[in-house]
């Protein structure tokens, strides 16, 4: 168990539609990071924050947005989904001590019908 | 652009043998390295990094071996057992925006089948 908290696990909804995938980092981690896996692909970065603020954007898609909120848990907006929208969200907390290190959370399956 | 390159997609190896996992990078700038493991349903677990002013970092089986000059490390898993069956990702740590923030740019896996 890595600390990190994903809900849901699962989720199942229609093309057109709007869901939030929500995390929780581990104690005391102030970064949040989001990823995306899909089929045969490799985690590709979407965004970071720390502290609630955003720090980095990576292969994020305008329909997508995130937010970090006081108590540091983060919430990922996904909105007009598309069938290729369907993958792997992880997201992962950085370790204090050492900065590089991420833990990741279970993920949550999205599957866009 | 991939800056990470992991070439073999899958690898299998006999119980109690070694398991040599390879990465290959672009990047100069990337001074942090690092293995996931990742079994299917859940999220990857980290597994052994090396920073890049050393040349190898060994964890109990675990052993990860940096060769700056070719932008190449390898993951070393001796004896390998039969629950070391996952994907292994390989990321690359590099500094950003001035300040200490860090991002992690992942291969795209190599699937391990460790058979009894």
């Known amino acids: 168990d890595s600390g990190v908290t994903q809900t849901p696990k699962h989720l199942i909804t229609a093309t057109g539609q709007r869901v939030t995938l929500r995390c929780s980092p581990r104690s005391g981690d102030l970064s949040v990071y989001w990823y995306q896996q899909s089929l045969d692909q490799g985690l590709q970065f979407l965004i970071q924050y720390y502290n609630g603020e955003e720090r980095a954007k990576g292969n994020i898609l305008e329909r997508f947005s995130a937010q970090q909120f006081p108590d540091l848990h983060s919430e990922l907006n996904l909105s007009s989904l598309e069938l290729g929208d369907s993958a792997l969200y992880f997201c992962?907390?950085?370790?204090?001590?050492?900065?590089?290190?991420?833990?990741f959370g279970p993920g949550t399956r999205l599957t866009v019908l | 652009d991939q800056q990470v390159k992991q070439n073999s997609p899958s690898l299998s190896v006999q119980e109690g043998r070694i398991s040599i996992l390879n990465c290959d990078y672009t990047?100069?700038?990337?001074?942090?390295f690092l293995w996931y493991k990742k079994y299917p349903a859940e999220g990857p677990t980290f597994l052994i990094s090396i920073s890049s002013i050393k040349d190898k970092n060994e964890d109990g089986r675990f052993t990860v071996f940096l060769n700056k000059s070719a932008k190449h490390l390898s993951l070393h898993i001796v004896p390998s057992q039969p629950g070391d069956s996952a994907v292994y990702f390989c990321a690359a740590s590099a500094r950003f925006g001035g300040g200490s923030n860090y991002k992690l740019t992942f291969g795209k896996g190599t699937l391990l089948t460790v058979n009894p």
């Open positions: 990047n100069s700038m990337f001074d942090y």
């Open positions: 992962a907390s950085r370790e204090r001590e050492n900065k590089d290190t991420q833990y």
